[in-house]
C-alpha cells in the first residue's frame, strides 16, 4: 500500500487554497447562528453582579440576607461560596494565571482591587429582580489608597495590593512585598560592548495606554447543576475546555462531570480565555437548583474583563554608520492589573526578534495595579515593545540616511539566525515581506504636505498544542469532522477543505461542527495563531488512519496484498493486474459497506502539535494630519505577510486587515481614561474610540507564502502577528508627516496639536 | 414605569403638569433610553409626543420654516427644500451619531437633553430659531440660546414642552453651515461645534452673520463678538482671524476624556473660521 | 403597573406581546419573539448590531421601547432571506467572506439592505459614512465594504 496524501479529488478538485464558502456562513447571514446570549433553558433564571465602586478596599462585611429575602430572588454567592485555592500557575490563553488570583479576580475575597471587581452575585427570575437585589446587598469597605500607574506602582511606598507578593526573578529574595510581581530577562552577547562599537546610539523611552480588545459580543454564559453534580455550561469562549478545567477546579467538581459547549463566539482577540461569569453561573445555579443565565453589559466588559497593559517602554539601539545593528536593549514595564501576569515576557522575548543582532538584553518588569487583571490581546504584549524598537529603528534610519526598508533588509532575521530568546529559527518570511511591500505601487506613490509615510515590520512566534479531532465518515459517504478549538474567525471552512482534499471528497460533503468537551480529547484553545495550524495537522492524523483502514479494508475484499492497492484522487485503487480484477472504491462506497467491512469508519486526531512557525509581516501606511486640529486621517495601508500556506486565502486576508485596523485604533484613539479616582471614565462604545468604516480605507493585504516546513501543508498561524507593527507603522508615517517622532500612544488629536503648536508648525 | 402617548398637545402637557416624581419626554429616545439603562434616570412617567401632529410636521410659515421637535435627522435630510435653505442646520442635525440614531434622533429632544455639546443646538441658534413651547399657561417663545441653560438645566417650567422651531425667512444670497470636531470620523459626542449663517450683499460683503459654538461653555453660546468680527467684510484673512480670536475669546471649556481646555479653544477658532468659509461659499451660489 | 399590549408586524407576520414600558425593542425581539439574530453590543445606541427598521426606517432597536411599536412594521434580519433564497447582499457576504466571527453580520446586512434601497449607487465614501454605525473588530470593514458595494453594482445590472 503506498501512502499518499490524496491532495486530490474524485472529481479533480482541490479546496486547500481557495476561496470556499463557510460551512456556518448561511446560519451566521440569516441571524440563526447562536452566539452565547442566544440560548436559553426553559426557567431559567438571570444572574447578575455586583461590583466593587472602589479601586481598593477591604472588604470589611457582606449582608446579603436583604436581597435574599426579595420575592424572586433564588440564589445569592459571594466569597463564602468559593473554596480558597492554593497557588498554582496554569494557562490563560498565551499568558499563564494563578489558580490563587483566578478564584479572587472571579469573586473577591480580603479585598476589591479595582472598580468593577466581582464582589457579590444573584440569580432571580428577572433581570430586573436580579437588578433590584443587588441595591440590597449591604457591603461595608474600608477604602485604601489605589495606585495605577505602572510607575507609581514600582515605587517603594506605593499602595501595596497584595501583601503576600515578592518580587520574583531577582536575586536575592526580596524581604518586603511589592506591586512588582515578577522581573524576566533574555540575554545574548554583551551589549555594553556592542554599543561601544556603535557610531550611533539611540535610546528612546516611550509610554502606551491600556487598550481593550473590543470585541462586539459581550461575555456570556448559561449554566445548568443537576443534584449530582453534573453540570452543563454554555458559553461564549476561546477554550472550552479551559473553561471547563477551571470551573471544575473553582467549584470541586470532577472534571468530567462538567460538560461545557462554545457557543459561536463573537470576537475574542484573546480576552475570552479566561473565566469570568462561568464559575458564578455555576455557583448560582447550583444553590438555586435551576440554571442561571448570565451576561455582561458592556460597561462590565470595559470595567470587569481584562484589557492588555499599558505600559513604559525605554529602548537603546546602536548600530554602525552602514547600518548594522550591533546592541539592542530594551526595559519593559507592563501593567498585569490587580494580580500578576502581565504579557511582559512574550513582549521581551518579541522586541528584537525580527532582526539579527548579536548583542541583546532586555529586562521586563511585571507589575500589578488596581486595573482590572489584564487579559490576553492578540500577539499579548509585541504591539507594544515592537512599537518602541520600529520607532526607534525608524530613527537610525532618518539619522543614517537609509531607506528605512534596505536598513530593516540588512538586519533582517533569516534562517538559522538565533532569536534572543532561544531558538534557531527556520526558513521565515521577514524579507519576503520587506520586498513585497516595496514593490508596491503604495511604496512609490507621491504624497502631499502634511502627509507622511511610515513602513514597520512585526513578529509572533505563534504556538501548537494539545489538539483533538475526529473524522467520521458517515453511511452516505459524507464526513463528519469535529473540531475543539471554537471558531472565531473562518476555521470550520479551512479544516473543511482540508479534510476534503485528504480524503478526496468534495468541500460540502463535509460538515464540520465544533464539539463540546464531552465529544473530543483536550484540546488547548483558540489563540496562539493556532487553531487552524494545529488542527488541520489534526486532520492529517485522522484522515491518514482512515485512508489506512479503507485500504486494509480493500486488501480484504480484493483479496490483495498491501502493495497492490493505492488511495488516491479519492479512492483505493487497485494496482497492476489488479486493476483488471476489481474497480476503484471511493470512500464512499466503502461507506455503503461499512458494516459489512468491519464496522464504522472514522480517525482521531490527538496531538500535541509541535514545529509551529512564526510569522512575520510588514505594513506599509500613508495618513494626513490636519496641522490645525491634530487630526488624523489614515489614507492608505498595505500589509504584507508571510502566511506559510493560506489554506482560505480570504480568512488569511480577513486576519491581515482585522489586525491593522485594532492597530490603527490603538495608535490614534483608544485608550483606557482614568480619573484620578481611580474609575474609569469611559467604559462605553462612545468614548471608548474603536475605528468605524469610515475612519479606515481599503486594506490591501498581500499574501506570502514561505512555506513551515514542519507542517504538512507549509501553514503558520496567521492571527496574532497583523496588530504587532501597525503602531511602529503609523507613528513612524507620523514622523514623516511632522517631523515630530511621536512616543506616547494614542496619538490623539489634542495631544498632535500640542507638539505641533510646540514645534511652531500648528496655523496660530 | 407609566407610558402614555397623548395625540395632542393638551394631553401631554397635562400628564407632565400632573406627575408627582420623575417625569420625561419622549421624542427619539435617543438619550433617554441610554440614561434609562445606565439609572441616570428612572422616569415614573415617559411622555411620547410623537402621536402630536404639531411636533411631527413641516410646514413653510410667513416665509420662513416651521419644524416640529420631533421631526428626526432622516426626515429633514429628506425634504426636499429644506437643505438648500438650511444646509447647515439639517447637516447638523444629520451628524449626531449614525445613520441609525438619525432615524430616531430628533432636534427638539437634542435641545432638551440639555448637553452643551448638542449638535443641532449651535446650528438653530445661528439661524436665530425660536423656539415654541407649550404648558399649562399656553404657548410661549424663546430663542434657541435661551432654552438651555447650563448641563441638564433647561428654561422650561413644570409641563411645558418645545413642540416645534421656526426658522425665519431667509434674505437671497443667505446660507449657514455647521462643523465638528470629532476625533474619529463619525460616531463622537462633539468636541468642538461651530455654526454660523450669514447673508452676503450683491458684491459679496457679509451684512448679517450670527456664530454659535458648543461644547467650549456650560451652554451653548451665541457669540455676538465673532459674528461684529466678519460683519462688512468679505472674510477675508484679517476678517478670518478676527473671527478666531473672538470665537476663542468666548470659550470657557472644561478638560475632559474628550478634550482638554487649551484644545477646545484652540480648535473653536479654526472651526468658526471654516463654518464661516463654508457658509459664504454656499451663500455665494444661493 | 400592568403590561401593554402591543400589536405590530415583524417580517411581515402580524405579532401581538405584552411587554413592561422599560423594556426596548431589542429586548422584546430576543426574549419574548425569540428572534435573537439581532444583537446586543452595547445597549446605547453605539455598535449598531441591534439594527432593525421601523417602518422603513434603519434603527438601533436598543433604543425604541416595545410599547412604542404598536401598529407598526418591524423588519429584522430573520427576514431577510426570501424562503431558501438568500438577499443578493447576504451571498455576497458570503461569497467575499465579510464577515469573520460573525456577531456584527445581522446588523451590517440590515443597515446595508437600507443603504441600497435608498441609494441603489453609493459610492465606497458613502457606503463607509452610512455603515458608521455597524461596529466590526475582525475585519477591518475592508471586504465588508467590498461586498456591499459589489452587490449594488449586480443590482443596478439587473
Redesign the interface.
Known amino acids: 500500500m503506498t501512502e499518499s496524501n490524496g491532495h486530490s479529488q474524485t472529481n479533480g478538485e482541490h479546496y486547500v487554497g481557495t476561496r470556499t464558502i463557510r460551512p456556518d456562513g448561511h446560519d451566521k447571514v440569516t441571524g440563526r447562528a447562536r452566539f452565547g446570549a442566544d440560548f436559553n433553558l426553559p426557567g431559567q433564571l438571570i444572574g447578575r453582579v455586583l461590583r466593587s465602586p472602589h479601586p481598593h478596599a477591604h472588604i470589611v462585611s457582606i449582608d446579603t440576607s436583604k436581597a435574599e429575602a426579595l420575592p424572586g430572588v433564588k440564589a445569592v454567592v459571594t466569597r463564602d461560596d468559593f473554596a480558597d485555592q492554593p497557588s498554582e500557575f496554569v494557562p490563560a490563553g498565551e499568558m499563564m494565571m494563578n489558580y490563587k488570583d483566578v478564584v479572587r479576580n472571579v469573586m473577591a475575597r480580603e479585598k476589591a482591587l479595582y472598580e468593577g471587581h466581582a464582589v457579590a452575585a444573584v440569580a432571580a427570575t428577572s433581570a430586573a429582580v436580579a437588578r433590584k437585589a443587588l441595591k440590597l446587598i449591604d457591603v461595608t469597605y474600608e477604602v485604601l489608597p489605589h495606585v495605577i500607574d505602572v510607575v507609581e506602582a514600582m515605587r517603594p511606598g506605593a499602595p501595596l495590593l497584595h501583601d503576600d507578593l515578592f518580587t520574583a526573578g531577582v536575586e536575592p529574595k526580596p524581604e518586603k512585598p511589592s506591586n512588582i510581581a515578577k522581573r524576566v530577562e533574555i540575554k545574548q552577547g554583551d551589549v555594553e560592548a556592542g554599543f561601544e562599537k556603535a557610531d550611533i546610539v539611540i535610546e528612546r523611552e516611550f509610554k502606551t495606554a491600556a487598550v481593550h480588545q473590543g470585541y462586539i459580543e459581550p461575555h456570556a454564559a448559561l449554566a445548568t447543576v443537576s443534584e449530582d453534580g453534573s453540570t452543563e455550561l454554555w458559553c461564549t469562549t476561546q477554550g472550552h475546555y479551559i473553561v471547563r478545567a477551571h470551573c471544575a477546579r473553582l467549584l470541586g467538581l470532577d472534571i468530567g462531570k462538567v460538560r461545557v459547549t462554545a457557543t459561536e463566539i463573537g470576537g475574542g482577540f484573546g480576552g475570552k480565555t479566561v473565566v469570568y461569569l462561568e464559575p458564578l453561573a455555576i455557583a448560582l445555579s447550583r444553590k438555586a437548583k435551576r440554571p442561571v443565565k448570565m451576561v455582561m453589559s458592556r460597561e462590565e466588559v470595559f470595567k470587569s474583563s481584562g484589557p492588555t497593559s499599558g505600559a513604559t517602554v525605554r529602548v537603546k539601539l546602536g548600530a554602525t554608520k552602514d547600518g548594522k545593528f550591533v546592541a539592542a536593549f530594551a526595559e519593559l514595564k507592563y501593567q498585569a492589573g490587580a494580580f500578576q501576569g502581565s504579557p511582559v515576557q512574550p513582549g521581551t522575548m518579541c522586541a528584537f526578534a525580527p532582526y539579527d543582532i548579536e548583542n541583546v538584553h532586555v529586562v521586563g518588569y511585571d507589575v500589578v495595579s488596581n486595573r482590572p487583571k489584564v487579559a490576553a490581546y492578540r500577539a499579548p504584549g509585541a504591539p507594544i515593545s515592537e512599537y518602541a524598537v520600529e520607532s526607534v529603528v525608524d530613527e537610525i534610519a532618518k539619522k543614517l540616511d537609509i531607506d528605512p526598508i534596505d536598513l530593516r533588509l540588512q538586519n533582517a532575521a533569516h534562517e538559522g539566525t538565533k532569536a534572543a530568546y532561544g531558538p534557531k529559527f527556520g526558513p521565515i518570511g521577514l524579507e519576503e515581506t520587506l520586498n513585497a511591500i516595496k514593490k508596491t505601487e503604495h511604496w512609490n506613490a507621491p504624497l502631499r504636505k502634511w502627509q507622511g509615510r511610515g513602513v514597520a515590520s512585526g513578529f509572533w512566534f505563534n504556538i501548537g498544542g494539545e489538539t483533538s479531532v475526529s473524522l467520521t465518515v458517515n453511511e452516505d459517504g459524507t464526513i463528519s469532522l469535529m473540531a475543539g478549538t471554537p471558531d472565531i474567525g473562518g476555521l470550520r471552512a479551512s479544516l473543511a477543505a482540508v479534510a476534503a482534499d485528504e480524503l478526496g471528497v468534495p468541500y460540502d460533503k463535509v460538515r464540520p461542527i465544533i464539539g463540546d468537551t464531552g465529544s473530543l480529547g483536550f484540546n488547548f484553545l483558540t489563540g496562539g495563531s493556532r487553531s487552524a495550524f494545529s488542527g488541520s495537522m489534526a486532520i492529517v492524523e485522522a484522515a491518514k488512519q482512515i485512508r489506512a483502514e479503507l485500504c486494509a479494508r480493500a486488501c480484504k475484499l480484493w483479496e490483495a496484498k498491501p502493495d497492490q492497492v493505492e488511495f488516491s484522487d479519492g479512492a483505493v485503487r487497485p494496482l497492476g493486474a489488479l486493476a483488471e480484477k476489481v474497480k476503484a472504491m471511493t470512500v464512499a462506497d466503502f461507506a455503503k459497506v461499512a458494516g459489512k467491512t468491519g464496522g464504522p469508519i472514522g480517525g482521531v486526531g490527538r496531538i500535541n502539535a509541535q514545529g509551529a512557525g512564526p510569522s512575520f509581516g510588514t505594513h506599509l501606511v500613508d495618513l494626513e494630519v490636519d496641522p490645525e486640529t491634530g487630526r488624523v486621517s489614515i489614507l492608505r495601508y498595505t500589509v504584507a505577510q508571510d502566511a506559510g500556506r493560506a489554506l482560505h486565502p480570504a480568512y488569511v486576508e480577513g486576519q491581515y486587515q482585522g489586525g491593522a485596523v485594532q492597530g490603527i485604533g490603538w495608535a490614534l484613539n483608544e485608550e483606557y481614561i482614568y480619573g484620578a479616582d481611580g474609575k474609569l471614565q469611559n467604559a462605553g462604545f462612545l468614548d471608548y474610540r474603536m475605528p468605524v468604516a469610515s475612519d479606515v480605507p481599503m486594506i490591501d493585504a498581500i499574501l506570502v507564502e514561505v512555506a513551515n516546513p514542519k507542517h504538512p501543508y507549509g501553514v503558520r498561524g496567521v492571527g496574532e502577528t497583523p496588530i504587532v507593527p501597525p503602531l511602529g507603522a503609523i507613528a513612524n508615517a507620523m514622523e514623516n508627516a511632522t517631523g515630530i517622532r511621536f512616543t506616547e500612544l494614542p496619538m490623539s488629536p489634542p495631544k498632535v496639536l500640542k507638539a505641533l503648536k510646540e514645534k511652531g508648525l500648528a496655523r496660530a | ?3 402614555e ?1 397623548p395625540d395632542s398637545l393638551e394631553g401631554a402637557v397635562a400628564l407632565l403638569a400632573a406627575a408627582n416624581g420623575e417625569a420625561r419626554v ?1 421624542a ?3 438619550d433617554l ?2 440614561q ?3 439609572d441616570v434616570v428612572e422616569p415614573g412617567l ?1 411622555v ?1 409626543i ?1 402621536r402630536i401632529p404639531e411636533t411631527r410636521a413641516i410646514t413653510e410659515e410667513k416665509g420662513g420654516w416651521r419644524i416640529g421637535a420631533a421631526v ?1 435627522g ?1 426626515e429633514l435630510k429628506e425634504h426636499p427644500r429644506l437643505k438648500k435653505i438650511w444646509p447647515g442646520v439639517v447637516e447638523a442635525a444629520n451628524l449626531i ?5 438619525q ?2 434622533a430628533t432636534m427638539g429632544g437634542n435641545l432638551c437633553n440639555g448637553s452643551p455639546a448638542a449638535d443641532s443646538v449651535p446650528a438653530l441658534i445661528a439661524a436665530a430659531a425660536v423656539a415654541t413651547l407649550a404648558g399649562p399657561q399656553g404657548k410661549r417663545d424663546l430663542q434657541v440660546e435661551d432654552v438651555m441653560l447650563g448641563p441638564r438645566k433647561l428654561a422650561l417650567r413644570k409641563g411645558e414642552i418645545v413642540v416645534s422651531f421656526l426658522l425665519p425667512p431667509r434674505p437671497a444670497r443667505s446660507s449657514d453651515a455647521y462643523l465638528r ?1 470629532i ?7 462633539a ?1 468642538v461645534g461651530a455654526g454660523v449663517s450669514l447673508t452676503l450683499d450683491g458684491g459679496g460683503t457679509i451684512t448679517a452673520a450670527r456664530v454659535s459654538l458648543g461644547a467650549v461653555a456650560a451652554r451653548v453660546l451665541l457669540v455676538p463678538a465673532a459674528a461684529q468680527a466678519i460683519i462688512g467684510s468679505r472674510l477675508d484673512e484679517a476678517a478670518q482671524q478676527r473671527l478666531e480670536a473672538a470665537a476663542r475669546a468666548a470659550c470657557r471649556p472644561i478638560d475632559d ?4 481646555t ?2 477646545r479653544i ?2 473653536a477658532g ?1 472651526l468658526a473660521r471654516r463654518a464661516a468659509l463654508i457658509a459664504q461659499d454656499r451663500a455665494r451660489t444661493n | 403597573m400592568a403590561k401593554h399590549h402591543i400589536e405590530a408586524t415583524v417580517n411581515g407576520d402580524a405579532v401581538e406581546f405584552l411587554c413592561e414600558t422599560e423594556e426596548t425593542l431589542l429586548d422584546v425581539l430576543r426574549d419574548t419573539l425569540h428572534l435573537t439574530g439581532s444583537k446586543e453590543g452595547c445597549a446605547s445606541g453605539d455598535c449598531g448590531a441591534c439594527s432593525v427598521t421601523l417602518d422603513g426606517r434603519l434603527v438601533c432597536a436598543c433604543l425604541v421601547l416595545g410599547c412604542e411599536v404598536d401598529g407598526q412594521k418591524i423588519e429584522t434580519i430573520e427576514g431577510m432571506a426570501k424562503g431558501e433564497a438568500l438577499h443578493p447582499l447576504q451571498q455576497r457576504f458570503l461569497e467575499s467572506a465579510a464577515l469573520q466571527c460573525g456577531i456584527c453580520t445581522p446588523g451590517f446586512l440590515v443597515a446595508s439592505r437600507a443603504l441600497l434601497e435608498k441609494s441603489p449607487n453609493p459610492t465606497e465614501h458613502e457606503v463607509r459614512y452610512w455603515l458608521a454605525g455597524n461596529l466590526c473588530r475582525c475585519t477591518g470593514y475592508d471586504k465588508i465594504i467590498t461586498a456591499v458595494m459589489d452587490t449594488a453594482a449586480a443590482l443596478r445590472k439587473g
Do not use: C, H, N, W
Request: glycine fraction near 12%; avoid cysteine; charge should be positive.
Open positions: 414605569m407609566r407610558y402617548a419622549l427619539g429616545g435617543t433610553l441610554v434609562m439603562r445606565a415617559i411620547d410623537k428626526t432622516a451619531g449614525s445613520t441609525q440614531i432615524g430616531r470636531f476625533p474619529r470620523t463619525e460616531m463622537d459626542i468636541v476624556k474628550r478634550g482638554t487649551e484644545f484652540e480648535v479654526v
